[in-house]
T-cell receptor, first 115, second 111 residues
Framework: DAGVIQSPRHEVTEMGQEVTLRCKPISGHDYLFWYRQTMMRGLELLIYFNNNVPIDDSGMPEDRFSAKMPNASFSTLKIQPSEPRDSAVYFC?????????????FGPGTRLTVL | GQQVMQIPQYQHVQEGEDFTTYCNSSTTLSNIQWYKQRPGGHPVFLIQLVKSGEVKKQKRLTFQFGEAKKNSSLHITATQTTDVGTYFCAGTSGSARQLTFGSGTQLTVLP
């Protein structure tokens, strides 16, 4: 398996632009998580899905952020409009209940810079 | 809400010295996991502890889960340059699937 796939790996955009981050979880995993990592705030959970349904979005910072999971193999995190303070590394992770394990498999991340 | 504190924030050691990072939760945990993130990389799962007082070893790494299931530690014996990175603990409470990550300990190993 290729692991969790994220695109793009790097994104540089200007303030006010829309940004869309993409994630393909590991095949067969039924949980998908979006995290944001910054030096100041560490690794923060933004939202997670179970079987494509959003379960907890309490970590989404504000209405400018939205996430969707239209099917089991694809999720997006959208920021509209983007602001400089959104600059961070955004990770997607997936996990599965099968086998009783709870470990999360992280993608390589998208490094977002908003100018 | 649940908070997970981790100390120290940074640790510099000479190669061959031991290293320990500590994790404390504000609430009782169902389980605790440890991840390692290399510079420029992504978090990679190391281990999960579930039972009170549990101790697990992976080569030079020893993981402990406290009796009250509110604290944990990771100890590395005789560090090597390949141990460089940030070590995170992450806990879950109840039946929740989401992890609350500690702030991480950034380990630097000087050759």
């Amino acid at each position: 398996d290729a692991g969790v796939i994220q695109s793009p790996r790097h994104e540089v955009t200007e303030m006010g632009q829309e940004v869309t981050l993409r994630c393909k979880p590991i095949s067969g995993h039924d949980y998908l998580f979006w995290y944001r990592q910054t030096m100041m705030r560490g690794l923060e959970l933004l939202i997670y899905f179970n079987n494509n349904v959003p379960i907890d979005d309490s970590g989404m910072p504000e209405d400018r952020f939205s996430a969707k999971m239209p099917n089991a193999s694809f999720s997006t995190l959208k920021i509209q409009p983007s602001e400089p303070r959104d600059s961070a590394v955004y990770f997607c992770a997936s996990s599965s209940l099968i086998g009783g394990g709870n470990e999360q498999f992280f993608g390589p991340g998208t490094r977002l810079t908003v100018l | 809400g649940q908070q997970v504190m981790q100390i120290p924030q940074y640790q510099h050691v000479q190669e061959g010295e031991d290293f320990t990072t500590y994790c404390n939760s504000s609430t009782t945990l169902s389980n605790i996991q440890w991840y390692k993130q290399r510079p420029g990389g992504h978090p990679v799962f190391l281990i999960q502890l579930v039972k009170s007082g549990e101790v697990k070893k992976q080569k030079r790494l020893t993981f402990q889960f406290g009796e009250a299931k509110k604290n944990s530690s990771l100890h590395i014996t005789a560090t090597q340059t390949t141990d460089v990175g940030t070590y995170f603990c992450a806990g879950t409470s109840g039946s929740a699937r989401q992890l609350t990550f500690g702030s991480g300990t950034q380990l630097t190993v000087l050759p």
